[in-house]
């Protein structure tokens, strides 16, 4: 039987992402009982033995405690970066002239001059282009191209590191979205056994396309995130949601890009625009920074979590604040609280209800007749036998209070929907075509990690056939300890 923590009842997932202040068992084991839901392996960090062995770790804990994480692998991509100056960091003067060239000695960067990683940037550059360094906080513009030098006016400067990313102010440059060191950790991916990819600086649907292509010849069945990081990504935004299994607002690299002042209205156009296609999206990058290195979240970061969760992102993310940074536990423990004083707000589980059905598909009909009935009669719950998990997912886009119980026998289900809404992964030994036994089945499940309790009234929804993806073709209303046959 599949344990269930304390935090059944928060509907926003968190995604936790490993690294060195999260790499032993202890540690791990922590996050879990914090409440991450899924862990995240940056490849940008880290080799191939270390990744397999915290994987490894990952899996075992969880069988141990029979509770279920998914992992999200996240690929590279053509993060632009400079390369290393001679004593790993320079000051830049504000009208001071600082070349990039990507002929330039890899670790021999100046005040004058540094190396970059993208051949061939100057044949993309203008006059006047806007160079952003260090997620913006250094600024330059082109002055003059001469071959493969860019001669740039320093206009915000300050310190520089090795290795910073590079951007181009408005976006536009052209390096494709899965590199070759992507392919190699795509095979990574798939020996892990991720159960979400995501696709880095991501332009249009057959960057993912080709992501998906890739992992399932690597033997994977893995969920492909697109991350919105490039201003192209917003432009091309309806077709890429389609083609993705969940969406990243990855707002580091889009601020610097579409420029801060239009984030926080793109982050709530994105929100909306996932959960209208049926797809789950991810809000991440800087939610609680302060965390690195401080005990509790600034205030700032409290209204930005909730904000996310009040707009109706899935999952929120935490990235080196339980990588790298010395409270990842706290910072989870944080997110938790703040998740779940935001969706306790009325206005949160009642926004946008949805209850339309767009298609004329038989089981996104019957998921949304689920969540009208689920909410007319009070029920305490809802099991959604599923081999996909598409039912649930169907059900949870409608921001509904009422927990959603993905019953399934398939461990890779399970993983998935750990990353959508109010959906909670519970294991189902065999499901049955006897619909009496079924039923059984599914209400003993929801008795036994106390969910469901005598007289409670619980919605099962179900197919004819076991077995069949997407059948799902019946609903019905239960009171426990009044079974009846069919």
């Not at 344990?3 to 936790?16: G, L």
């Not at 709530?268 to 049926?278: P, T």
């Amino acid at each position: 039987m599949t344990a269930i923590n304390d935090h059944i009842y928060r509907q926003t997932k968190i995604i936790a992402t490993l690294g060195p202040s999260t790499s032993s068992r202890e540690s791990i084991e922590g996050l879990i009982d914090a409440g991450v839901d899924l862990v995240r392996f940056n490849f940008s960090h880290g080799d191939k033995e270390t990744h397999i062995e915290r994987a490894k770790l990952v899996r075992k804990i969880t069988e141990e405690k029979r509770y279920h994480v998914g992992i999200v692998g996240d690929l590279q991509g053509p993060k632009i970066r400079i390369t290393r100056f001679i004593n790993s960091k320079i000051k830049l003067l504000n009208n001071a002239k600082f070349t990039i060239d990507d002929q330039h000695a890899f670790d021999k960067g100046t005040e004058e001059i540094v190396g970059t990683t993208y051949k061939g940037l100057a044949n993309e550059l203008n006059i006047e282009d806007i160079l952003l360094l260090d997620d913006g906080r250094i600024e330059l513009s082109v002055e003059k191209i001469s071959g493969s030098k860019i001669i740039t006016k320093v206009i915000h400067g300050g310190l520089l590191y090795d290795s910073k990313g590079l951007n181009r102010k408005g976006g536009g440059l052209s390096a494709s979205a899965i590199s070759e060191k992507d392919i190699n950790d795509i095979k990574l991916a798939a020996e892990i056994g991720v159960d979400y990819l995501a696709v880095s600086f991501a332009r249009e649907a057959s960057d993912i396309n080709l992501a998906r292509k890739l992992l399932k010849e690597s033997g994977n069945n893995g969920g492909i995130i697109a991350k919105i990081e490039r201003a192209e990504a917003i432009e091309n935004i309806d077709e890429i949601i389609v083609a993705s299994d969940a969406i990243m607002i990855a707002r580091g690299d889009l601020g610097v890009e579409i420029g801060d002042a239009q984030l926080p209205a793109v982050q709530k156009e994105l929100i909306q625009k996932a959960r209208d296609k049926d797809k789950a999206v991810i809000t991440a990058t800087q939610m609680m920074e302060s965390m690195i290195t401080n005990s509790i979240p600034t205030r700032a970061e409290v209204f930005d979590v909730a904000n996310a969760v009040l707009d109706g992102t899935d999952a929120v993310m935490l990235s080196s604040e339980t990588a790298m940074g010395d409270h990842p536990v706290e910072a989870v423990e944080a997110m938790s609280r703040i998740c779940e004083g935001s969706e306790k707000e009325n206005s949160v589980t009642k926004k946008r209800s949805n209850y339309s059905i767009e298609s004329k598909k038989v089981d996104r009909a019957i998921s949304m007749a689920c969540m009208l009935t689920a909410d007319n009669l009070n029920a305490i719950a809802i099991a959604a036998l599923t081999e996909s998990g598409s039912t649930a997912l169907w059900m949870s886009r409608t921001n509904h209070s009422i927990p959603i119980f993905a019953l399934t026998t398939h461990i890779g289900t399970l993983r998935k929907v750990t990353l959508y809404r109010g959906v909670y992964p519970a294991r189902i030994k065999t499901i049955d075509t006897n619909h009496a036994t079924v039923n059984k089945d599914a209400i003993n499940v929801l008795t036994e990690l106390g969910v469901a309790k005598e007289n409670d009234l619980v919605i099962i929804t179900k197919g004819d056939l076991a077995g069949i993806r997407g059948g799902t073709n019946a609903m019905k209303v239960v009171t426990v300890g009044h079974l009846t046959d069919g």
